[in-house]
């Protein structure tokens, strides 16, 4: 059974930086397409970062310069370095890994419907 974990969520002021983590169990994030996406209230899933199954990473402009994606493959643990936060990065923050079965991964424009795995959410809060 597949499991992503999410931790490193919080509140900060604008400016600020957190780390968010996602430890898989039953899934190996290497070879494997994965991501990190957000949902802010009232808006639709997007992707913010991810790295395709070559191992290729793949950032949303609206965060470019600010968020980094990495991957431990050894620990099989996802990360999402964020820095410089603003307000509009206020928002639940979900793991992702693989697709469904036929679908095409596209970077961080993959449309949520076509992951094969969340994690339950970690919610990242920036005050002005």
């Known amino acids: 059974q597949v499991q992503l974990v999410e931790s490193g969520g919080g509140s900060v002021q604008a400016g600020g930086s957190l780390q968010l983590s996602c430890e898989a169990t039953g899934y190996t994030f290497s070879g494997n397409d994965m ?38 493959n050894a620990k099989n643990i996802l990360y999402l370095q964020m820095n410089s936060l603003k307000p509009e990065d206020t928002a639940m923050y979900y793991c992702a890994a693989g697709r469904r079965s036929g679908e ?10 076509r992951v094969g795995y969340w994690g339950q959410g970690t919610q990242v809060t920036v005050s002005s």
């Open 35 to 72: 991501g990190w996406f957000r949902q802010a209230p009232g808006k639709e899933r997007e992707g913010v970062a991810t790295i395709d199954s070559d191992g290729s990473a793949d950032v949303a402009r609206s965060v470019k310069g600010r968020f980094t994606i990495s991957a431990d």
């Open 104 to 113: 095409e991964w596209v970077g961080f424009q993959t449309p949520p419907e």
